[in-house]
């Protein structure tokens, strides 16, 4: 962890574990008129599972193919937001908010590449993954308790499809699953 990223932590302390699961709960009851929002938990839920193991990895090679698994997951899925939910936060008044999920998301991917330059298990490799998995918890809080909530509020449903059908395209394309 950089001289910087400890002062943020310490100025910005992360949320609780019991605020995550609150937020996760309270975004599951969003998600039963949101399709697209069920989708985008089951995902954090997938990627919370990959920093899992790639966190208890007892070898170099489980290291590597556990962090590859998670990156291509996570980028899928940060690419599915980009191109349809964060402009629908854009659309709905919260530009603010956009921005800030866009820069987070590009910083993860920053560090993930810094990961990957690193000996698998070493003491700096488990400190960046560590690191890595705050941000993207503390993200996923974010998004969670504030920023989807207020697509879901306030589209109709006809946007709620559309939403669902273009998330679901994005993510799929990434991941290699949708014909070209």
Known sequence: MSFL???AAA???PESDEARVRAHEDAQVLAASNPWLERALHHHEQIAAAFERARHATN???ATKAVRQLAELLIAHSVAEEVVLYP???MEGHKGHATMAYEEQQLAKVQLAELEKLPPLSQEWRDKLEHIRGAVLHHIYEEESV???EIAKAVSDTDRAMLDQRFTEEFNRYMG???A
Do not use: E, M, N, Y
């Open 5 to 7: 990223d400890k002062i």
């Open 11 to 13: 100025i910005t302390p």
């Open 60 to 62: 170099p090679g489980d």
């Open 88 to 90: 629908a936060l854009v």
């Open 147 to 149: 920023w989807f909530p």
């Open 177 to 179: 699953t949708v014909p």
